[in-house]
């Protein structure tokens, strides 16, 4: 269990976690909407998606260089301040150019965010219990699909399209309260040895540090591919809903509310058993078990009310399923001295793997002249179960990485870098 301050903590920080998610989600329920107003295809509407993961790929880039370097909270104070500023000019956008840029503005900053939460989440909770922490941090997830995500498509309905934006950019203040309030200053990577191979004044040294790590290398291999075969389906579910199986615009809202009740009691039963049998083990079965869920909802035609929520449910289960431990147990890859490092790129690689997720999906998808329907939804579906498969065969090599304890594996993941093992 978590003691006081460390639920105040992953409390403050699920908030962030819900106004990103929100933030990044709000714009694919919006698809059919923006299309029909900005007059654009389904390739732009991917490319308004990827916009966003692709700065946050390049800006988790960027401070992989510095992100050791200063204290955790200020890190999080600055990026959350920038992420609030372009979130109102993506309130500010009128058409499609200049909602292009905001987007990617917001991506810039918010693809970070995600690499000081999880840096601040592993260096404050041991790794036998880390499961249970990113389980309740995936609650965030869930509360934006449940209240976040509806509500926001409640006022692009009934207001104007924009307004979700501006609503989020009053949440994001209030926020920022709460993280100068609740989240302590997290500097003790500052006073710590450094690991590394190459001169402390060489400007490559934290990347080339992680990279020349051989489990820390697998790891960013195996989250790229884990988060291309989760994002490639996720941009067009939306659209899909409404073209495809008939559903109305506002009917979307009971989508990710039914998905969101699913995950929010699922994902903390994930973060349980993933510390009680194992990441990996847990992983695995995720992986098996979200071959259904992505079958169902890309082969969905007009299936009634009940079915289409049905499917939607075991969809957003089999998401935080796969995502809860896989993240958890990659966070055992590296001694928090490097972590903040360690998770930008990993913020990086995982960003640019939801950008060419999307991007390819919407090559593959089309849309029907006649009727307007997405064709070869299906075959995105396969690529991902596909994909998904193929991140087994990475696991088998980071599978020890549940064994050890996580003082003893710090110390070992430290001892190989420097070239001890």
Same mark, same amino acid.
């Given at each position: 269990? $978590? +003691? ?6 992953? +409390?403050?920080?699920?908030?962030? =976690?819900?106004? %990103?998610?929100?933030?990044? /989600? ?6 059919? =909407?923006?299309?029909?107003? $900005? ?14 993961? $692709? ?41 499609? %150019? ?58 692009? #309905? ?38 590394? %191979?190459?001169?402390?004044?060489? !400007? ?5 540090? @992680?990279?020349?790590?051989?489990? #820390? ?5 195996? /989250?790229? !591919?884990?988060?291309?075969? %989760? ?7 939306? +659209? ?9 615009? #506002? #009917? ?11 995950? $929010? ?20 079965? &995720? ?30 289960? &089999? ?11 990659? &966070? ?5 001295? =490097? ?40 075959? @995105? ?31 070992? @993941? ?8």
């Amino acid at each position: 269990m $978590f +003691t006081s301050l460390e639920k105040k903590i992953l +409390t403050v920080l699920a908030f962030v =976690q819900f106004n %990103h998610i929100v933030d990044f /989600m709000i714009i694919m329920p919006m698809g059919t =909407q923006l299309m029909r107003l $900005f007059n654009i295809e389904a390739q732009q509407f991917s490319l308004l998606v990827s916009s966003y993961t $692709f700065f946050a790929g390049l800006s988790g880039f960027l401070a992989s260089f510095y992100m050791d370097r200063f204290d955790r909270k200020k890190s999080l104070l600055l990026l959350f301040t920038g992420f609030t500023l372009a979130t109102i000019f993506c309130g500010l956008a009128r058409d499609y %150019h200049s909602l292009l840029i905001a987007r990617a503005m917001t991506g810039f900053f918010g693809g970070v965010m995600n690499s000081i939460i999880l840096s601040i989440t592993s260096d404050l909770i041991d790794y036998k219990r880390r499961g249970m922490a990113m389980g309740f941090l995936a609650t965030a997830f869930s509360a934006a699909s449940i209240m976040g995500v509806p509500f926001s498509i409640f006022l692009s #309905q009934s207001l104007m399209w924009y307004a979700p934006f501006i609503f989020l950019a009053l949440l994001c203040l209030i926020i920022l309260v709460g993280i100068h309030r609740y989240v302590p200053s997290i500097n003790q990577h500052l006073n710590e040895q450094p690991v590394q %191979h190459v001169p402390r004044t060489t !400007f490559w040294q934290p990347v080339v540090s @992680v990279l020349q790590s051989p489990v #820390q290398r697998v790891s960013l291999i195996f /989250m790229f !591919f884990v988060m291309f075969s %989760h994002f490639s389906i996720i941009p067009f579910i939306a +659209t899909s809903q409404v073209v495809n199986a008939g559903l109305s615009e #506002q #009917q979307l809202t009971w989508i990710y509310l039914i998905g969101g009740i699913c995950s $929010f009691f699922s994902a903390p039963i994930v973060g349980r058993m993933s510390d009680s049998y194992g990441k990996a083990k847990v992983y695995f079965y &995720s992986i098996m078990f979200s071959i259904v869920p992505i079958i169902l909802i890309t082969h969905q035609g007009r299936d009634g009310l009940w079915l289409i929520l049905l499917y939607a449910g075991l969809f957003f289960i &089999s998401a935080g399923s796969r995502m809860i431990p896989a993240q958890a147990l990659v &966070s055992a890859a590296v001694s928090s001295q =490097q972590r903040g490092t360690f998770m930008s790129l990993l913020s990086c690689l995982q960003s640019l793997a939801m950008a060419a997720g999307a991007y390819i999906a919407g090559l593959i998808v089309t849309i029907d002249p006649k009727d307007g329907r997405l064709l070869n939804y299906p075959t @995105v579906g396969y690529m991902a179960i596909g994909v998904g498969l193929f991140t087994l065969v990475i696991l088998q090599k980071l599978k020890y990485l549940d064994q050890p304890t996580a003082t003893d594996h710090e110390a070992m @993941v430290e001892a190989e870098v420097q070239g001890q093992i």
